[in-house]
């Protein structure tokens, strides 16, 4: 496949960014990969495992003479990665980035960026609780949504490439606005996690108490919320500072919903948690259907004990 972008730049080599630069390699997306990270360990394993095709010892190096910047770093570290990158990016470089919030990522990232780049944000809706640049896959992305944020005056053609290149990744990709982005994102994704952070939290104290049987005994429901929150707390931090306002929304809106349970356990209402119960089912064959999940059963982790 002849390369959408010359030369990409990965500032960090995490979990997406390594994954990025093996699909990159797969469909030949890249006439070149140049990597960087904040420490020398991260880039030293870079080199190890061969992520990239090149890598810099700082983001000012990476980005020169890069075609497509791709900021890969937790979301309250985007405003400074911009401020170091911006006096050396290269005239109509289009600059993007994978954070899980947009609004708050454009107001850090947009007033360090001369006026001769693009910069079109991005979310791949893809990840694993796993991170570092070993634990990167080529197929993360495949048949999982990327979410581009197009800003006002976008060049069509600049977010056309960028299109084309997650579709490259592997994803589909739809495009949206970044406050949408943000609420949407608090219901499928912030809030659901912070619920499991909070559920395993619980547990943990409970454990302390029961003699490791939370551990022992963990069955499905408790064990993927404890995968949930194994997650990057570096990352989860930044996600929950930077959209505050729509998960706080979310989580009125959950604690409200779980009082109305709460109640018809109490009262014995057999019929109100029957309808929920349906209505949420619901929910989840959708998701199956739209091929975002197996229905396998034990989500498909065959041949395990529950
Ligand atoms: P990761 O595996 O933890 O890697 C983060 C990278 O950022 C590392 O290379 C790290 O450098 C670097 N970094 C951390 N703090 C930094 C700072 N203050 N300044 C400069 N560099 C810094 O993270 P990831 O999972 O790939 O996530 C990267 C971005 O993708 C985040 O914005 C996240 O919101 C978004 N995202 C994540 C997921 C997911 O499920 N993981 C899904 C979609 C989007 P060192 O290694 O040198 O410390």
């Known amino acids: 496949m002849t390369p959408i972008y010359d030369r990409v730049a990965l500032i960090g080599l995490g979990l997406i960014a390594s994954s990025m630069a093996l699909a990159m390699k797969r469909q030949g997306l890249a006439g070149e990969i140049v990597g960087t990270a ?3 360990a991260t880039r030293q394993i870079a080199v190890e495992i061969g992520l990239c095709d090149r890598i810099t010892e700082t983001a000012a ?6 075609d497509l910047v791709v900021l890969c770093v937790p979301v309250g570290a985007m405003g400074q990665v911009a401020a170091e990158i911006g006096p050396h990016l290269a005239r109509g ?5 994978v954070g899980s919030v947009k609004r708050a990522v454009i107001e850090a990232v947009q007033p360090h960026l001369p006026d001769y780049v693009e910069f079109i944000p991005a979310h791949p809706l893809a990840g694993t609780e796993h991170s570092g640049p070993r634990s990167g896959f080529a197929e993360l992305f495949d048949n999982r949504w990327c979410l581009l944020v197009p800003q006002p005056d976008s060049d069509p053609e600049a977010v056309l490439r960028l299109r084309q290149f ?6 589909n990709v739809d495009e949206m606005d970044a406050d949408h982005h943000d609420l949407v994102l608090a219901v499928t994704s912030h ?12 547990a943990d104290d409970l454990r302390r108490v029961t003699d490791s049987e939370v ?3 963990s069955a499905a429901g408790f064990r993927d919320f404890t995968r949930i929150a194994a997650s990057d707390p570096t990352m989860w931090r ?3 500072l930077n959209n505050k306002d729509a998960t706080l929304e979310i989580l009125g809106r959950f604690t409200e919903e779980l009082f109305a349970l709460q109640r018809a356990i109490r009262t014995g209402d057999g019929d109100h948690l029957h309808a929920y119960f349906t209505r949420t089912r619901a929910i989840r064959r959708g998701i199956i259907s739209a091929g ?3 229905d396998a059963p034990d989500f498909g982790r065959s041949g395990r004990k529950v």
């Open 215 to 217: 551990i022992k005994y």
């Open 166 to 171: 997650w579709e490259g990744l592997g994803a």
């Open 38 to 40: 904040r420490s020398a």
């Open 238 to 240: 930044d996600v929950f």
């Open 93 to 97: 470089a289009t600059v993007t980035d």
């Open 61 to 66: 190096d990476a980005v020169k003479g890069a």
């Open 292 to 294: 975002q999940d197996t």
């Open 191 to 202: 809030a659901p996690h912070l619920i499991a952070y909070t559920m395993v939290g619980v």
